[in-house]
């Protein structure tokens, strides 16, 4: 199998180019210092990591994200970072060619393959919503498990569920997570990456990081690497001054708004989403909050279900919902996270009876004490995470 740098070079990519990505992504993952010195020296010699990417229902924009990145090198470096064996948007084969592809990459890599995941899987009608050359996205994506290391779900589809599990849902669409927690497809290690699309530079970041160190950066209750998602947009908005001040524009063209403040009153859900929008930009230029949009929670569960996007957010939510999803991730990373996982959504026992199986004291590892409100708190996350 290749080495990454030999190849790089080969396709016109500079020692200095490649340098600059090393240190670019040691910085988007918050790595310590001197670390994208030992980055660029890990990928130089790591071999390519082959992946299998599947598309379910989706748009195609995640991998149109991924494409679109800003930074000149990144995607090209990309392609030398990882052995692309199959992708419909991105490959040149089609047809059977293309299978055969997908099925050679299978067969070659069984147990190292990693899986990247856009679109849900439709689980209604017996699969016949959406299948690929004659074959149920369902039962693909379990063959493609068995044989996969770990899985990246990328975009909220993959994540959630996203659009296609908006209600009434009516294919039964269902995210990578939910799928392995009812036991419909093979579990593995699950990366989340959510967002409508997800930033191209959190997807490229974790996949160097993968490559790079043999796992994944450091992930939260849902999955989700802290780097990217353990920050609301609302924690380093560039309006978060005039929100401080309470200075809110009341409609799209008022004085407010042209001045920058606050786009609160206008429906603005970054209080109570994740996601490193207001730290990396899209393309390296803007943010939607930033360019005067309201944010629209998309890298939230749910967040098509959650009412109009320019409804505003409740008062006591605005306020309260980011600590209250703090302490409750908090709460099961403290007692629950080493017995059943860093994701909650793969426990077995439904979130509504978590509350009462804690009480009565049955499984002796369950015999933790929690402080007033914790219990809601854990509550209130584990529903969130399925
Ligand atoms: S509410 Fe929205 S616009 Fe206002 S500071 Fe927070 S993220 Fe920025
Ligand atoms: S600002 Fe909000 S809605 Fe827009 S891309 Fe970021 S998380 Fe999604």
Known sequence: MNRTLPIASDRGVSRRAFLKFCALTASLLALPPGAAAILADSLARARRLPVVWLSFQECTGCTESLTRSSAPSIERLLFELISLDYSHPLQAAAGA????????????????????????????????????????????????????????????????????????????????????????????????????????????????????????????????????????????????????????????????????????????????????????????????????????????????????????????????????ARRGAAVYDRNCASCHGSAPGGLATPADEVPALLRSGKVRAHRFSLKDGDMQALLDHLKEAR
């Open 97 to 324: 060619a293309a299978e055969q592809a997908r099925e050679a990459s299978l067969a070659a890599n069984h147990g190292r393959l990693l899986l990247v995941v856009d679109g849900s899987v439709p689980t209604a009608l017996g699969g016949a919503c959406s299948t690929i050359a004659g074959e149920d996205n369902l039962s693909l994506l379990a063959r493609c498990l068995d044989a996969a290391e770990a899985v990246l779900a990328v975009g909220t589809c993959a994540a959630f569920g996203g659009l296609p599990a908006a209600a009434p849902n009516p294919t039964g669409a269902m995210g990578i997570a939910e799928l392995m927690a009812q036991g419909l497809v093979p579990r593995r290690p699950l990366v989340n990456l959510p967002g409508c699309p997800p930033i191209p530079e959190a997807m490229s970041a974790v996949l160097a990081h993968r490559v790079a160190f043999g796992r994944f950066p450091e992930l939260d209750a849902q999955g989700r690497p802290l780097a990217f998602y353990g920050e609301t947009v609302h924690d380093r908005c560039s309006r978060r001054g005039h929100y401080e001040a309470g200075r809110f524009a009341k409609t799209f063209d008022d004085a407010g708004a042209r001045a920058g403040w606050c786009l609160l009153e206008l429906g603005c859900k970054g209080p109570t989403t994740r996601n490193a929008c207001s730290t990396l930009r899209w393309n390296g230029v803007s943010n939607p909050v930033e360019s005067g949009h309201p944010c629209l929670g998309c890298s939230e569960a749910g967040f098509w279900d959650r009412g109009s996007f320019y409804a505003p957010l409740a008062a006591p939510a605005a306020a309260a919902a980011e600590p209250q």
